[in-house]
C-alpha cells in the first residue's frame, strides 16, 4: 500500500481550514506538516496554534515534520496539538536515541529524517525501534525545490537495512515528488510519499491527489 501525505507548506494559509477539509474529504491517508524554526532552516513556517485548529477538522494522520533544533524540548506539545507521527532530524538532536524513546514512550510513532547529505548508514542501529524513515529529496526549508536524484540510492539503501532485519518498515520521500517521479520511487522502495506543490498546484487538490494515485 502506498501513502499520501500533502505538505499544508503549499496551501494556501489565508484559506488553511477550507483546503484541509477538502485533504479530509480526499483519498490521501496522511496530512504532512512542515514545522521549521528559522534555525535548523533557513525558514519558519507554523507551530502549535495551527496544528492545533486544524485538529479539529480532520481525522486524518498528522504527519509532522520537525525542522527544528533541538526537538526533544517540544515533543510533549506537539503530542498534545494532535501529532500522531513526529519525524525529527537526525542532524537536529544530540541524544537522538533518547527522544526516540521518548516519543515512543507517549504512545505516538516515530521516523528519523535525514538530509540529502546525510548517509543512511547512521539509521542503522535504530531502524528496529522506528515507525518510519523520511529521506529528504530536497534540502529542507522550502517547497517547490527540484527532486535531488541521488535519493533515490538512499530510498534503496534503507529498503534493503529494513528487509535484511524482517522489518516493516515506513519509508518517505520528501521534496520534488510529483507525477513524473512518484513511481519510480516506490519502485526504489518508498511507501509514503509527501507532495506539496503537486497536490496544492492551481488549487486543484483533488485532481492533483487523483493523478498522482493514478501515476504509481
Ligand atoms: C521541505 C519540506 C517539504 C516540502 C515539500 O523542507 O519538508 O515537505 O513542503 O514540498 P514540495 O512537494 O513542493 O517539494
Ligand atoms: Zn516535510
Redesign the pocket.
Given at each position: 500500500m502506498v501513502i499520501l501525505s500533502p505538505?499544508i507548506?503549499?496551501a494556501d494559509f489565508k484559506r488553511l481550514g477550507e483546503q484541509v477539509s477538502r485533504l479530509d474529504k480526499s483519498g490521501a491517508e496522511f496530512i504532512?506538516i512542515?514545522v521549521m524554526d528559522g534555525n535548523f532552516?533557513p525558514n519558519i513556517s507554523l507551530g502549535f496554534p495551527v496544528i492545533k485548529s486544524i485538529r479539529e477538522i480532520t481525522k486524518k494522520v498528522f504527519d509532522v515534520?520537525l525542522?527544528i533544533e533541538q526537538p526533544s524540548k517540544y515533543i510533549d506539545e506537539f503530542i498534545a496539538c494532535g501529532a500522531d507521527m513526529i519525524t525529527i532530524h537526525y542532524e537536529a538532536d544530540k541524544h537522538i536515541d533518547r527522544t526516540i524513546n521518548y516519543i515512543k514512550s507517549k504512545g505516538c510513532k516515530v521516523g528519523i529524517a535525514l538530509n540529502p547529505g546525510t548517509p543512511t548508514c547512521v539509521i542503522k542501529d535504530l531502524i528496529p525501534q522506528l515507525d518510519m524513515v523520511l529521506i529528504?529529496s530536497?534540502n529542507?526549508?522550502?517547497?517547490?525545490?527540484k527532486f535531488i536524484e541521488y535519493s533515490k540510492d538512499k530510498i534503496k539503501e534503507v529498503s534493503l537495512m529494513a528487509k535484511n532485519i524482517g522489518k516493516d518498515l515506513l519509508i518517505e520521500v520528501?521534496?520534488?515528488?510529483d507525477p513524473t517521479n512518484i513511481k519510480s520511487l516506490v519502485e526504489c522502495g518508498a511507501n509514503v510519499l509527501?507532495?506539496?506543490?503537486?497536490v496544492f498546484k492551481d488549487d486543484k487538490i483533488e485532481e492533483n491527489i487523483d493523478n498522482l494515485r493514478k501515476a504509481l
Open positions: 505538505s507548506l503549499a504532512h512542515d532552516v515534520h525542522m529528504m530536497v529542507p526549508g522550502f517547497g517547490g525545490q520528501d521534496g520534488g515528488v509527501v507532495a506539496g506543490s503537486a
